[in-house]
C-alpha cells in the first residue's frame, strides 16, 4: 500500500511539473506563428527546413539534425533567400520565445508555412527525441541558456 502510495504521489509530482512547464510557455507565447509538437516534426524531419534561433554558442552544444544555425540576436531575412516562400519552415529556440520572434520576422517576410516547436529543443529532448554535437554526433548535452531556463530540462545533460 506505501508504495502504491508513492507512485501515486509521484505521478501526480510529474503531472504538476509538465503542467508547470506547459502553463510557462502559454505565459511567453503570443501565438503569431503556429506550434508544431515534437512528434510531429520527428515524422517529417526530412521533409522540413529547420532554423535553430538560438545564440550560436547554444547550437554548438547540440542542436537538432539537419538544423540550420540563423542567431536570434542577428537574423536577417537575407539568411533565409535561398528557401523558397512556400517551403515549409520550422523555427526553434530553448523553449520557443525568441523562435516566435524569428518564426514572425519570416511570416512578415512572405513565408506561408512557418511553425514554431512548441517547447523548443528542451521538449524535443525531454521527449526522448536526438540532438547533435559539435561534430554531428549525437549527445545528450543542451546548452539551457541559464540556470533558471535549465530547469525545464528534464532529460539530457545542461550545459550552461
Known amino acids: 500500500m506505501l508504495i502504491q502510495f508513492m507512485v501515486l504521489q509521484f505521478s501526480i509530482l510529474a503531472a504538476c511539473g509538465q ?22 516534426l520527428n515524422d517529417r524531419l526530412n521533409e522540413v527546413v529547420i532554423l535553430d534561433t538560438r545564440a550560436e554558442e547554444e547550437f554548438q552544444v547540440s542542436h537538432i ?12 531575412i537575407s539568411q533565409v533567400k535561398d528557401i ?25 517576410a512572405g513565408y506561408t508555412n512557418v511553425k514554431n ?25 543542451v546548452h539551457t541558456y541559464n540556470k533558471s531556463w535549465g530547469q525545464w530540462l528534464i532529460k539530457g545533460i545542461k550545459v550552461y
Open 19 to 40: 503542467k508547470t512547464y506547459d502553463e510557462k510557455l502559454e505565459s511567453l507565447y503570443k501565438y503569431t506563428v503556429p506550434l508544431i509538437k515534437a512528434d510531429s
Open 117 to 141: 516547436l512548441y517547447g523548443g529543443i528542451f521538449s524535443w529532448k525531454n521527449e526522448g527525441y536526438e540532438v547533435m554535437g559539435p561534430q554531428n554526433n549525437p549527445t545528450d548535452s
Open 65 to 76: 539534425e539537419g538544423a540550420r544555425f540563423v542567431d536570434y540576436d542577428g537574423f536577417k
Open 84 to 108: 523558397p516562400k512556400d517551403q515549409e519552415v520550422i523555427v526553434y529556440c530553448s523553449v520557443g520565445y525568441r523562435s516566435e520572434r524569428v518564426g514572425e520576422k519570416l511570416k512578415k
